[in-house]
Nanobody
Framework: QMQLVESGGGMAQAGGSLRLLCVGS????????MGWFRQAPGKEREWVSG???????KYADSVKGRFTISRDNAKNTVYLQMNSLKPEDTAVYFC?????????????????WGQGTQVTVPS
């Protein structure tokens, strides 16, 4: 089992930046892949980015070059730095974790979820 708590959401103007944080507990964080998903109103949840337990990262095409995922194993924390925000980035963002040993580059790999944090970029 793993518990995840997100923070850092809010409102930013188009072109601005926000940083999301997620603290995990209850499972060996170092061996766990972490990721971020988002769900916009009326749309399905989509995978945004993942970082494997080895530190490799991948991104959805829609955020590549604008978002950066990173992890600090000493703090059991994963971050999502979001730059050049667009109105279409508006969504509830969820932190997620896999069971140990997975890479976390596919949506099906994730078993644990945070409660979500709202990100709003007005048009």
């Amino acid at each position: 089992q793993m518990q995840l708590v997100e923070s850092g959401g809010g409102m930013a103007q188009a072109g601005g930046s926000l940083r999301l944080l997620c603290v995990g507990s209850g499972q060996n964080f170092r061996s766990t892949a972490m990721g971020w998903f988002r769900q916009a109103p009326g749309k399905e949840r989509e995978w945004v980015s993942g970082v494997s337990w080895r530190g490799l990262s991948k991104y959805a095409d829609s955020v590549k070059g604008r978002f950066t995922i990173s992890r600090d194993n000493a703090k059991n924390t994963v971050y999502l730095q979001m730059n050049s925000l667009k109105p279409e980035d508006t969504a509830v963002y969820f932190c997620a974790a896999t069971i140990p040993g997975r890479d976390g580059f596919a949506a099906w790999e994730y078993d644990y979820w945070g409660q979500g944090t709202q990100v709003t970029v007005p048009s």
